[in-house]
C-alpha cells in the first residue's frame, strides 16, 4: 500500500478541468516526481492534497485513511507537508520564527518531547540557512525564502513532504545540495513528491516519475522509462530544448 | 452546507421582519391610498441611494479603494450647491449642473492624482484608513467654511408644487430623482458596453495588470472613477439635503452607511443589484415610517435598517476564497520591542507622567486622562488589526459594553472586581462577531464590524438593562485601600494600567502566540498547513481584542464618571483605528500614539482660537492619514529610528544592513550578481539557462548527472 495514494481525482474550474481523473502514489522512502508543463495541473494537485481546494470527485489516502474531507490543519498533523511554488513564507517573521510556528503546533500532537528553539536550529541547519536565521524571510532572496519553506515544512515532521519548485531561485551548488538532502531525508523514511522543472535534478533524485499534462497522467514510471516515453518527450521535454538529452 | 446556512439567515431574516412588524404595528390601516403613499416617498428615496451606491460601486470595481468618504463628499458639495444658490444667488438651473459636472468631478480627478493613486497595493487598513480620514477631512473642511452655529437649508427644488397620484402629491423634485436615477442607469450601461472608455472600465475590473497590458488606459479609468463617483456623490447630497436638512456630520455624510448597504447587495459589483439593494432598503425604511412606531427601548431601531440589511447581505456572501501569492502586497516593517525595553519604556513613562502631572491645571490633566484611556482602547485592536490582519472597526463598541458592564457590575460604587468582569463579559460577545470572520475577509469583514458598531449604537445601549435612554453612574476605582478619585491619581492609575498591559502584550507578541498570529496575517494557507487551526486562532484573537477593549472601557466609564451612549458612538470609534493606524497599527507604541494624537489636537485647539484650529480635531485626522501613504508602517517607526542612538544595544538600520549583507556572502546562500560578482562561468551557466547556446564546458560549476 502506497503512503499517499491519489485516486482518480479530478477538479473543474468553471468548465476547465484543471485535473481530469489523476491517479498518483507516493512511497514512503524514496522521493518522487511530478514533471509537466506549465499549467498541467501540478499546483492544483498539490492544493487538493493539503485541502486549499476541494476535488469534484476522486479520494487522497494517507496510508489507508481517506483524508479528501479531512480539514486543512488536521491533515498537517495527519503528517502531510507542503512548500509553495508562489511563496508563502510568513513574511514578517525571522526564519527560525517561520520554522518555530510549525515546531510550537506540532507540540500539541506530538508524542515526544522536545525544545522548539533547539530543533529549529537543528532544521535551518540541516538546509543549511542557519547564517540567515534571525532575518525577516521577506529580506531573503527567493531562493533562501524557499529552504525556509522547507525547513518549516520539515517542523511538523511530516510522513509525506510535497515540494513545489525547490530548486527554482537556486544555483547549481545549492541545488545539489538540496538533492543530497532530499535523498538523505528519503533514506530516513518520509515520502516525498518533487514538482520540478530542472529535469537533471529531477532525474538525479526521482525513483519515479508520474508526468502530468492537460491535466491527465499521462505516463508513469523509472526515470529511465520516462526519458525514452516517446509522449512525454512530445509533450514536456520537447520544449525544454537541450535540458535532458 | 453553504445553501443550509443561507437559508437560515434567509428565514431568520423573514422572522425578523414579520416579527418586528407585528410588534410595532401602529394599526394605521393598509390602503391601496397609503401603499401608493409609501411607494411615492420610497421611489425617490431608492434612487437618492442607488446614485450614491453606484458612485461607490464604480470607484471600487475599477481602482479597488472602497471610498469611506462617498457620503462625506456628497455633504461637501451640497454645501456648495447652498453657498451658491442662497449665498449668492445663482439660480439651481446653473449651480447644480456647475457643481455635479464641473466642481465634483475636478474634486475626484484631484483626489485621484494625489491621494488615491498611490493606494494601490498598500494593505486594506491603510486603504480602508485614508478614505476615513478623507471623511473627517470633508467634515472638518465644511465645519472650517460654513460656521455650524447657523443653519443652512436648502430649499426644495423647482418648491413643493407637482402633480397628484391617488389624491398624493408628487412634487418635481421627486420626479425628477427617480427620473434622474433611471437616466443614470441607462446611461451607464451605454457607457460600459457601448464605449472604448467604458470596455476598458470593464476589463479593469476584471484585471487591472491585465487590462494595462493590453492598453487599457488604466489611469484615465481611474480618474474618470474618481470624478464619476464625486458627481453621483455630489448629486445625491444636492437631492437628499432639503428633506434630511444640513450638518456636516449628519444625515449626509451617513449616508454612506446605507450606501454601502444598498452596494452589498449587489457585491459592491454588480450595477442592477446595487439598484435593487438601494429599492429593497428605501421600500424598508418607508414601510417602517408608514406603518410601524417604535418607543421606548425601541426608539432607535429604525435607524439600523440599513445596519441590519448589510449585515444580513454579508452573511449570505460566499466563504471568502483563500487568498494565495499576494505579492503585490506592500509589508510594513515593524520592530518587535524586547520585554525589557518595554519594561524600561514604560517606565519611562510613568515617571514623566508623574512629573508632567504635577504641572497640569485640572482640564489637561482631564485630557490626558482621556488620552490614556483611548490608547487603552487602541491597544485592543493592535493583536487583531496589526497581528491578525482581521480588520475591525468596532473597538470602542466592545469599550462600550465593557463600560456598561463595568457600571453594571461593581463600578457605581468603584469594586475593583468589575474592572475584571467588564473583561469577562466582552469575551463571549468577541467569539460572536469572530463568527462572521470566519467567512468574510478583508473589506467585507471590516463592513461586518462597523455594523455591529452601528447596532450597539443604536439597539444595545437604549436597552433598559444596558443604559436606557439616559447615563449611568461609573465610580472612579477604590483599590489597596485608596481611591483613584482625584484627576491626577486617576491619570497615573491609567497610564501604569497601560504599561502593564503594554508589557503583556509585548510579552504576547513574542510567545507561541504571538507568532502564530504574525504567520495567519502573512499566510492563512500557508498557517493552515502547518497545523495552525485557523478557526480556533481567529476566535481566540477576538476575544482577546473585544476583553481588551471591555477592560479599556471599564476605564473610559471611570474617566466620563457618566456613561452615554454618544460616547460610544460607531462614528467615534472610527478616529481611534484611524490614529492607531498612523502611529503604528502593530505596536504598543502606536497606541500610545493614538491616545496622544487626540490629546495633541485638543491642546491646540485650546491654545488658539483661530477658524483653522476650530476645524482641526476633524482636518488633522484627516490630513495625517494621508501622511501614511507615504509610510504605511505608522509614524512610531520613524519616530523610533530617530531616537535609536539614544539606545546603543539597539542596532542602527545601517548596521543591520551590513549584516544582512555578510550573511548572504556565505556561499550557501549567495545571490548572483547582488553578493557576489558575475564570473564568466555564471554568464555560461546563464546562457546554456536561456537555451542561447549549448554544450560548452562550464569551468567551475561540477557537471550533474543526467545532463
Known amino acids: ?245 | 452546507m453553504k445553501t443550509r446556512s443561507n437559508w437560515l439567515v434567509i428565514a431568520a431574516t423573514a422572522v425578523l421582519v414579520v416579527g418586528v412588524s407585528w410588534a410595532a404595528w401602529a394599526g394605521a390601516p393598509v390602503t391601496v391610498t397609503s401603499l401608493v403613499d409609501l411607494l411615492i416617498f420610497a421611489l425617490p428615496l431608492a434612487g437618492i441611494y442607488a446614485m450614491s451606491a453606484t458612485g461607490l460601486v464604480v470607484v471600487y470595481t475599477t481602482t479597488g479603494i472602497f471610498n469611506f468618504a462617498q457620503g462625506a463628499i456628497g455633504m461637501f458639495l451640497a454645501y456648495v450647491d447652498w453657498e451658491l444658490t442662497v449665498s449668492h444667488g445663482v439660480p439651481q438651473v446653473i449651480a447644480i449642473p456647475l457643481t455635479v459636472l464641473v466642481i465634483a468631478p475636478l474634486i475626484g480627478i484631484g483626489l485621484d492624482r494625489a491621494i488615491m493613486r498611490h493606494l494601490q497595493g498598500k494593505e486594506l487598513v491603510v486603504q480602508l484608513i485614508v478614505t476615513v480620514g478623507l471623511m473627517f477631512a470633508f467634515i472638518g473642511l465644511a465645519n472650517m467654511i460654513w460656521d455650524q452655529n447657523l443653519s443652512h437649508t436648502l430649499p426644495t427644488l423647482f418648491g413643493e408644487g407637482g402633480f397628484r397620484v391617488a389624491g398624493i402629491v408628487v412634487t418635481w423634485a421627486r420626479l425628477l430623482t427617480v427620473v434622474l436615477a433611471i437616466v443614470l442607469a441607462i446611461g451607464l450601461r451605454l457607457l460600459l458596453f457601448r464605449t472604448r472608455l467604458g470596455v476598458s472600465m470593464r476589463a479593469v475590473v476584471d484585471n487591472r495588470g491585465l487590462a494595462s497590458l493590453v492598453g487599457a488606459r488604466s489611469e484615465l479609468v481611474s480618474s474618470f472613477s474618481w470624478a464619476l463617483g464625486c458627481s453621483l456623490a455630489a448629486l445625491a447630497g444636492i437631492l437628499l439635503a432639503p428633506d434630511a436638512g444640513m450638518s456636516t456630520s449628519g444625515p449626509l455624510t451617513l449616508l454612506i452607511i446605507t450606501s454601502f448597504a444598498a452596494a452589498a447587495v449587489g457585491r459592491i459589483r454588480s450595477l442592477p443589484l446595487t439598484y435593487l439593494g438601494a429599492l429593497i432598503l428605501a421600500l424598508a425604511i418607508e414601510w417602517s415610517q408608514t406603518f410601524l412606531q417604535f418607543g421606548g427601548r425601541w426608539a432607535t431601531a429604525p435607524a439600523a435598517i440599513p445596519t441590519v440589511m448589510l449585515l444580513v447581505v454579508l452573511l449570505l456572501l460566499p466563504q471568502a476564497k483563500l487568498q494565495f501569492a499576494r505579492l503585490n502586497v506592500v509589508r510594513r516593517t515593524e520592530r518587535i520591542s524586547t520585554v525589557r525595553d518595554t519594561v524600561l519604556g514604560m517606565g519611562v513613562l510613568f515617571l514623566v507622567m508623574v512629573v508632567v502631572s504635577a504641572f497640569l491645571s485640572p482640564t489637561n490633566l482631564n485630557q490626558f486622562a482621556l488620552a490614556m484611556c483611548t490608547a487603552l482602547v487602541a491597544m485592543s485592536l493592535v493583536p487583531l488589526i496589526g497581528w491578525a490582519g482581521q480588520v475591525s472597526l468596532a473597538g470602542l463598541a466592545f469599550a462600550g459594553i465593557g463600560a456598561v458592564a463595568y457600571a453594571r457590575l461593581g463600578g457605581a460604587s468603584g469594586n475593583g472586581f468589575a474592572v475584571i468582569l467588564a473583561f469577562l463579559v466582552v469575551l463571549p460577545v468577541g467569539a460572536l462577531l469572530a463568527l462572521p470572520a470566519l467567512r468574510l475577509q478583508g473589506l467585507y469583514l471590516a463592513l461586518a464590524t462597523l455594523s455591529f458598531a452601528s447596532l450597539v449604537e443604536l439597539v444595545f445601549f437604549i436597552q433598559p438593562f444596558a443604559l436606557g435612554t439616559q447615563s449611568r453612574p461609573a465610580e472612579r476605582l477604590h483599590l489597596l485601600g485608596m481611591h483613584f478619585d482625584g484627576t491626577r491619581t486617576f491619570l497615573l492609575l491609567v497610564t501604569a494600567v497601560f504599561g502593564v498591559v503594554g508589557i503583556a502584550l509585548v510579552a504576547l507578541r513574542r510567545s507561541a502566540f504571538g507568532r502564530r498570529l504574525i504567520a495567519l496575517r502573512d499566510s492563512e494557507a500557508a498557517a493552515s498547513t502547518v497545523g495552525v487551526n485557523v478557526l480556533e486562532t481567529k476566535v481566540a484573537v477576538f476575544m482577546l481584542s473585544a476583553g481588551m477593549a471591555g477592560f479599556a472601557g471599564a476605564f473610559l466609564a471611570q474617566y466620563y464618571e457618566s456613561i452615554n451612549q454618544a460616547q460610544f458612538s460607531m462614528l467615534a470609534g472610527l478616529p481611534i483605528v484611524l490614529a492607531l493606524v498612523i502611529g503604528g497599527v502593530a505596536t504598543v507604541s502606536g497606541a500610545l500614539f493614538a491616545g496622544l494624537f487626540g490629546l495633541v489636537l485638543i491642546l491646540i485647539q485650546q491654545s488658539w482660537h483661530l477658524t483653522l484650529f476650530r476645524a482641526i480635531e476633524f482636518l488633522a485626522p484627516g490630513l495625517a492619514a494621508l501622511g501614511i501613504i507615504q509610510n504605511p508602517s505608522g509614524a512610531v517607526v520613524p519616530i523610533g529610528e530617530a531616537f535609536a542612538p539614544l539606545l546603543p544595544w539597539r542596532k542602527d538600520a545601517k548596521a543591520d544592513a551590513d549584516e544582512l549583507k555578510a550573511a548572504l556572502a556565505d556561499p550557501e546562500v549567495g545571490d548572483l550578481g547582488l553578493d557576489r560578482p558575475f564570473t564568466e562561468a555564471d554568464v555560461i551557466i546563464l546562457d546554456r539557462g536561456l537555451a542561447i547556446t549549448n554544450d560548452i564546458p562550464r569551468p567551475t560549476a561540477p557537471a550533474r548527472s543526467g545532463s
Open chain 1, 1 to 245: 500500500m502506497p503512503l499517499l495514494d491519489i485516486d482518480t481525482v479530478s477538479v473543474s474550474f468553471g468548465g476547465l478541468l484543471a485535473l481530469d481523473r489523476a491517479s498518483i502514489h507516493v512511497e514512503a522512502g524514496q522521493v518522487t516526481g511530478l514533471i509537466g508543463p506549465n499549467g498541467a495541473g501540478k499546483t492544483t494537485l498539490f492544493n487538493v492534497i493539503t485541502g486549499l481546494e476541494q476535488p469534484s470527485s476522486g479520494e487522497i489516502w494517507l496510508d489507508g485513511v481517506a483524508v479528501t474531507r479531512t480539514k486543512r490543519h488536521k491533515r498537517a498533523r495527519l503528517g502531510i507537508a507542503r512548500t509553495f511554488q508562489r511563496l508563502e513564507p510568513f513574511g514578517s517573521l525571522t526564519a527560525r520564527e517561520n520554522v518555530l510556528v510549525a515546531l510550537e503546533m506540532r507540540r500539541r500532537w506530538a508524542t515526544e518531547r522536545y525544545d522548539p528553539r533547539t530543533v529549529a536550529d537543528q532544521l535551518l541547519e540541516q538546509v543549511g540557512i542557519s547564517a540567515v536565521a534571525d532575518r525577516k524571510v521577506d529580506s531573503l532572496p527567493t531562493g533562501t525564502a524557499r529552504l525556509v519553506e522547507l525547513a518549516r515544512a520539515l517542523g511538523t515532521a511530516p510522513r509525506v513532504l510535497l515540494l513545489d519548485e525547490p530548486s527554482s531561485g537556486l544555483d547549481d551548488d545549492e541545488t545539489d545540495a538540496l538533492g543530497r538532502l532530499l535523498l538523505e531525508l528519503a533514506a530516513g523514511g518520509l515520502g516525498i513528491l518533487l514538482v520540478e522543472h530542472d529535469m537533471s535534478f529531477v532525474m538525479g533524485t526521482c525513483a519515479y516519475i508520474h508526468v502530468l499534462d492537460f491535466g491527465q497522467i499521462i505516463a508513469h514510471g523509472r526515470p529511465e522509462a520516462i526519458r525514452l516515453d516517446a509522449e512525454v518527450q512530445r509533450a514536456y521535454l520537447g520544449t525544454a530544448a537541450g535540458q535532458a538529452t
